[in-house]
């Protein structure tokens, strides 16, 4: 059975206050962490590793590297991600 709690309107402003900072607090918290990590664009990923395009979006499709989106189509990767990635791929091979 659900419970009615009646507020009102200052604790119920204060209620949506402290929400909406909760929320904004977990979205800057996520964006610092991003901040701190290297972005590296397809270009950059190419180069790091000295692999085709084709390539670097093979290993993505397959899910060898992690593949992120800003919107709905521009790609990006983080970079501990892509040395994580390698070395995992890397130990693979020598077994």
């Known amino acids: ?6 507020l009102n309107s200052t ?3 204060q209620k949506q206050k402290d ?3 909760s929320i904004l607090d977990e979205s800057l918290q996520s964006l610092n962490t991003l901040k701190q990590e290297e972005v590296l664009s397809m270009s950059d990923v ?5 692999k085709s395009r ?10 060898i590297l992690k593949r992120r989106y800003i ?4 790609v990006f ?3 501990s991600e892509i040395m994580a990635a390698m070395s995992t ?3 693979n091979e020598e077994k």
């Open 71 to 74: 919107g709905d189509s521009s």
């Open 89 to 91: 791929k890397k130990n």
């Open 54 to 63: 084709q390539t670097v979006i093979s290993w993505s499709d397959r899910g």
């Open 19 to 21: 929400l909406i900072k």
């Open 1 to 6: 059975m659900e419970q009615m709690i009646l």
């Open 46 to 50: 190419c180069a790091l590793l000295q």
């Open 11 to 13: 604790e119920f402003y």
């Open 77 to 79: 990767y983080l970079r």
